[in-house]
């Protein structure tokens, strides 16, 4: 009993293994009919029809089915009938053909079951890799799935002093890092392939005002090529209201995803309110914590770092791409503060990293703004304890590091995870337009709250009087799942399972 009952259980799990058990059952039950033709078999014939209509229900609801197996199913429901109501005169002869069918669908099947998954992943930008590289890992390590990185160009766009908008070629395939190896995109033919699932992590098309990928590596018309195009998002949310996240949804509700990673329930209900849905929605973390894990145990540290900021106590400080357009002079103030109170003292140092693309889009988007900014960049750039770090990944930065000063940018939750203390260095924050559901940002230190300061924040990194560090672990768990490295596996098993099972 107990044995059949798992078997049931496996038959609920995998629908491919449950209709070729269902064309066993059928080959049985025509072959008794076979042997049998000139008894009673009225009740096997009825068996069959259940059976069969079993069979094409599961084919119909699937995401896609092969034209040649439903015409094949449909045959032998028409001989089935023709059998069960007797109207045909020479029985035997539509009995052998109906199992040479029912043998034809089941080789079908087995077919599609051994034949390898085609994942293809679509980066664009190489300092964003990080939101796919777990999940490219599993699948590459996957002897069932054949795995190709196609990084794909992308355009910086500019605006200029006349009105128009220069859009600036750009392409980072050969910024990834060395052990992944790449396909270049002018060879690769996603029509011929008809690849079973495709990753991205931008979902704007044509509808970005700083960057924009090419138009036929637009969503639209990447799924012409894929029945599972999925998106994952490249940042970690959290760090802004609840309203903007509502807006930041209802817009990709609108592209063309069969599939939607979201980073917690909370952010699955936001997704679902404002209109994906539900049954794109997968609540399974981000895949940047994964390689935030991996680094935080085996990152190492260049002499560079360790001989520039020997006896220091180091600051990583970042920014997003909004920060300077949405505080101009104000937030350039408090950059070029804390560029002279680094300066000033040599037992600190200073990691400043800026968004990869804030210079260009301070260009476009606050021209007023540029030359200051620039000139502050440059400046730091001759200051012995500050470093400004381009990078694609700030990984290293964490490591040496000993505190953050962020805005509202995803790295500000990830640098939580070292456990290290966190200081909000950002205008706007008011407690009413968060949801401590969501996210408590609160739980870090923040300009302004509570008297605090920057020289405050630092007096308290040096002197190891961090008291908000367990409120900030709890934030954190609320705030994002499975952050102990497994996202981009169990998002790989999950999707293609699902692939798997609802394609025939």
């Known amino acids: 009993m107990l044995r059949n009952r798992k078997r049931r259980d496996i038959m609920k799990i995998n629908k491919k293994q449950q209709v070729i058990e269902l064309l066993d059952t059928l080959i049985e039950a025509i072959t008794y009919i076979n042997k049998n033709i000139n008894s009673d078999y009225k009740f096997m014939s009825e068996i069959s029809l259940q059976a069969i209509n079993s069979v094409i229900s599961v084919l119909k609801n699937s995401e896609k089915c092969d034209v040649k197996l439903y015409e094949l199913s449909n045959i032998v429901h028409r001989n089935i009938i023709n059998i ?20 034809e669908m089941r ?3 087995k077919y599609q079951v051994n034949k390898k998954t085609n994942i293809v992943f679509m980066p664009y930008n190489a300092s964003m890799w990080n939101s796919l590289e777990s999940i490219w890992k599993v699948a590459n390590n996957d002897e069932t799935c054949n795995c190709y990185v196609v990084p794909i160009p992308y355009y910086k766009l500019v605006s200029t002093s006349d009105g128009d908008t220069n859009a600036i070629f750009t392409y980072e395939g050969n910024m990834l890092p060395k052990y992944v190896p790449i396909v270049d995109y002018k060879n690769f033919d996603l029509q011929d392939l008809n690849p079973n699932i495709i990753y991205v992590h931008n979902q704007y098309d044509d509808c970005n005002n700083a960057t924009r990928v090419e138009s036929k590596f637009f969503s639209y018309n990447l799924k012409k090529y894929t029945d599972m195009l999925v998106y994952v998002t490249y940042g970690i949310l959290g760090t802004y209201p609840v309203s903007f996240y509502k807006s930041f949804y209802s817009f990709i509700g609108t592209r063309d995803f069969d599939k939607v990673i979201v980073q917690s329930p909370a952010f ?15 609540s399974l973390g981000s895949p940047k914590f994964d390689a935030l894990v991996n680094s935080l145990e085996n990152q190492q540290v260049s002499e560079y770092y360790i001989n520039k900021f020997k006896d220091k106590t180091v600051l990583l400080w970042t920014t997003n791409l909004m920060k300077v357009i949405n505080g101009r002079d104000n937030v350039l103030d408090e950059i070029e503060e804390v560029f002279k109170l680094i300066e000033n003292n040599s037992k600190y140092g200073l990691i400043y990293r800026p968004h990869p693309l804030e210079l260009i889009y301070i260009k476009s988007k606050a021209p007023e703004c540029f030359e200051r900014y620039n000139n502050l960049l440059n400046y730091a750039k001759i200051i012995p304890n500050i470093v400004i770090d381009t990078t694609p990944s700030y990984y290293e930065a964490f490591k040496i590091s000993d505190a953050l000063i962020s805005d509202r940018s995803s790295v500000l939750i990830e640098y939580m995870a070292t456990g290290k203390p966190v200081l909000i260095y950002d205008i706007g924050l008011k407690r009413e337009y968060y949801n401590d559901n969501v996210f408590d940002i609160f739980a870090n230190y923040i300009v ?25 672990l709890d934030a954190l768990k609320s705030v994002i799942v499975n952050a102990d490295g497994s996202c981009g596996e169990k998002i790989h098993n999950n999707i293609k399972k699902y692939t798997i099972e609802n394609s025939f």
């Open 448 to 472: 302004g709250e509570d008297d605090m300061t920057i020289h405050k924040f630092i007096e308290l990194v040096i002197n190891k009087k961090d008291n908000n560090k367990q409120k900030r």
């Open 107 to 109: 080789n079908l099947i």
């Open 84 to 103: 069960d109501k007797n109207l045909v005169t020479n029985i035997s002869n539509i009995c052998d053909e109906t199992i040479t069918t029912l043998e």
């Open 268 to 282: 699955e209900l936001i997704a679902e309110y404002s209109g994906v849905d539900k049954s794109k929605l997968l």
